[in-house]
């Protein structure tokens, strides 16, 4: 079946540096993603979205950047706050309107002050 | 406010015994979804729910079964079938007229059979 997988199950980083959450999916007519961040024992929470007609998104300190070609996103993150420290995820959606989102396995991140 | 809840928190049980966790939620979205989570691992799919009244089985389907009488509930249970019930369960909920993707989730339910 399809899937979303990560490169690194774990990231440590500097307080105040930024960080990079790299996400590799295998579904080529993936036409949505979503990053979520889940602290620990809580929901996830959405973080940010891209769709598959853009390369680039930016929100308030992060960035995703999508690239259809080699089926790879990631999560840029500037200037790191303790309160970045949880996992995050990648989702996505093969078939936007049926809202069914796979989920990648996680990455932890941890900010060392 | 509005958001879904889930409950109970935590909650132990005996093996061979069935379990129903709730979830509710007040923003009228149409579609609800379970999800399991096991430690270091993604989300995996259970049941969703695209209107009251209907569901489908997720990845993860075995073992478990849900209802959606109202569309503010989803509740789901883990019946004594589950083989490996302990885990953290994730129920969420989607408006598919929203023009995003994005999933509103619940506080989560972590269940130990002991």
């Known amino acids: 079946g399809e899937s979303v997988g990560l490169h690194l199950p774990t990231l440590s980083v500097q307080e105040g540096d930024n960080s990079i959450i790299n996400c590799a999916y295998s579904?080529?007519?993936?036409?949505?993603f979503i990053w979520y961040k889940q602290e620990s024992g809580k929901g996830p929470q959405f973080i940010i979205d891209i769709r598959s007609n853009m390369d680039k998104r930016q929100g308030q300190r992060v960035t995703v950047l999508l690239n259809k070609t080699v089926k790879h996103l990631s999560l840029q993150i500037a200037a790191t706050q303790p309160g970045d420290s949880a996992v995050y995820f990648c989702a996505e959606i093969s078939n936007f309107g049926n809202e069914k989102l796979t989920f990648g396995t996680g990455t932890r991140l941890t900010i060392i002050p | 406010d509005g958001g879904i809840t889930q409950s109970p928190k935590y909650l132990f049980r005996k093996e061979g015994q069935n379990v129903t966790l709730s979830c509710e939620q007040n923003?009228?979205?149409?579609?609800m979804y379970w999800y399991r989570q096991d430690p270091g691992q993604g989300l995996r799919l259970i049941y969703y729910?695209?209107?009251?009244?209907?569901?489908q089985k997720g990845d993860i389907a075995e073992g478990y079964s849900v209802s959606r009488e109202k569309k503010e509930s989803f509740p789901l249970t883990v019946t004594s079938a589950q083989k490996n019930p302990t885990a953290f369960y994730l129920c969420?909920?989607?408006?598919?007229?929203?023009?995003?993707?994005?999933?509103?989730f619940g506080e989560g339910s972590r269940l130990t059979v002991l």
């Open positions: 923003l009228n979205h149409d579609a």
């Open positions: 729910s695209q209107i009251v009244n209907d569901f």
């Open positions: 969420a909920s989607t408006d598919p007229r929203g023009g995003t993707g994005e999933l509103f």
């Open positions: 579904n080529s007519a993936s036409d949505y």
